[in-house]
């Protein structure tokens, strides 16, 4: 099935899937945007349908001009550890759409589970990111796509065994769903498909949960809900922060 009948499913299916207590709501989440060029509008979605992990993410103007869009799907399953099985995320397959400077961008990525590696398809108005090429995964257990980190974490319980860890760091690999224009517009992340990360739990303020994530030697702070829905998320080195619409970060007590 392609990414787009999966959408079509995600749009039209009603139902939560998630129904445990402590669980993060489905469903259309509105947040203000803001980076070094700008404020913007940022919207995500995300739904379980039959084990799949379904996220949409999208930032566009106070207008409604669209500048960016993504959706990502991935496999929930279990893999073997010493201690028994253990939750995983399995990247299934993404396709990422930007405008720069209204020319527009586009990155399609497929898992191929045979090779166990990722197909990339790329068009754009530039040579250079046209094409097709396939990248093999990294040694790892666990894989995020990095608009989907949020999701992901908690579906693999990282969430909950870094706040139970008492500060001890879990690793897993980021795919950078928005590969490779995103080393273009960001600084410092490298240039590779795959970046290696930790979670660490921080603690608890105001009935709010404070997660740290390093990857390329940078920190991503994300804050959730007791429920563990998104509640904000700040990359200080990139001027990017993500939070409740109206709310500015001096309004935010430490």
């Not at 990248?135 to 990282?158: A, E, M, R, V, W």
Request: aromatic share 12%; hydrophobic share 35%; charged share 25%.
């Amino acid at each position: 099935m392609s990414l787009i009948h999966l959408l079509i499913l995600f749009s039209l299916s009603a139902c939560s899937v998630l129904s445990s207590k402590g669980a993060p709501k489905e469903g259309k989440r509105t947040f203000s945007y803001s980076d070094v060029s700008g404020k913007y509008v940022f919207t995500r979605e995300s739904k379980l349908l039959k084990n799949r992990l379904i996220t949409r993410t999208q930032i566009s103007t106070d207008s409604g001009n669209l500048l960016e869009k993504s959706i990502m799907v991935s496999q929930l399953g279990t893999i073997k550890e010493q201690r028994g099985r253990t939750l995983s995320i399995r990247p299934f397959g993404s396709e990422f759409t930007v405008w720069l400077e209204g020319k527009k961008y586009e990155s399609r990525m497929k898992i191929d589970p045979k090779t166990k590696s990722m197909l990339v398809e790329l068009n754009s108005p530039e040579e250079k990111w046209k094409g097709r090429s396939t990248t093999s995964f990294p040694k790892g257990k666990q894989f995020c796509f990095f608009s989907q980190i949020p999701d992901c974490l908690y579906h693999n319980n990282y969430l909950f065994r870094a706040q139970q860890g008492k500060g001890e760091g879990l690793g897993f690999y980021v795919v950078w769903d928005s590969f490779p224009y995103v080393q273009e517009q960001l600084t410092n992340i490298g240039t590779r498909l795959f970046s290696s990360a930790v979670v660490k739990y921080e603690g608890t303020a105001k009935n709010i949960l404070r997660y740290q994530v390093e990857v390329d030697g940078q920190t991503l702070l994300y804050q959730f809900s007791k429920s563990y829905d998104l509640v904000r998320m700040f990359w200080v080195a990139q001027g990017i922060s993500v939070m409740p619409p109206g709310e500015e970060v001096s309004d935010i007590e430490e």
